[in-house]
């Protein structure tokens, strides 16, 4: 089992940055793929990035590529998502996953595991 820890959540202005940590434990030498999601209210859980464990390959939604940046410490198991330039359409609570397989890094079925979230709110 793996189990994944959100922080870094919270209040900012249009324009700032947040940088969202995901602290993996447990089985952790499993994981193949570690995502970021997000869902606003009213809406469907949508992919923002994902990064290959091993590989350090990187995937982005077209709304986040050259914003956010997916990153991943290998000693900390920890994954991160710096996010800059946000937008109140930034708004949202992100979700981090993490999957054993290879797959459609895109598709929010290929992931076993999912934190608990953290809001994220931009203000205009």
């Known amino acids: 089992q793996v189990q994944l820890v959100e922080s870094g959540g919270g209040l900012v202005q249009a324009g700032g940055s947040l940088r969202l940590s995901c602290a993996a434990s447990g089985r952790t030498s499993r994981l193949y793929t570690v995502a970021w999601f997000r869902q606003a209210p009213g809406t469907e859980r949508e992919f923002v990035a994902a990064i290959t464990w091993s590989a350090r390959s990187t995937e982005y939604a077209d709304s986040v590529r050259g914003r956010f940046t997916i990153s991943g410490d290998n000693a900390e198991n920890t994954v991160y998502l710096q996010m800059n330039s946000l937008k109140p359409v930034d708004t949202a609570v992100y979700y981090c996953?993490?999957?054993?397989?290879?797959?459609?890094?895109?598709?929010?079925?290929?992931?076993?595991?999912w934190g608990q979230g953290t809001q994220v709110t931009v203000s205009s």
């Open positions: 996953a993490a999957t054993s397989v290879a797959s459609d890094r895109r598709y929010r079925g290929s992931y076993e595991y």
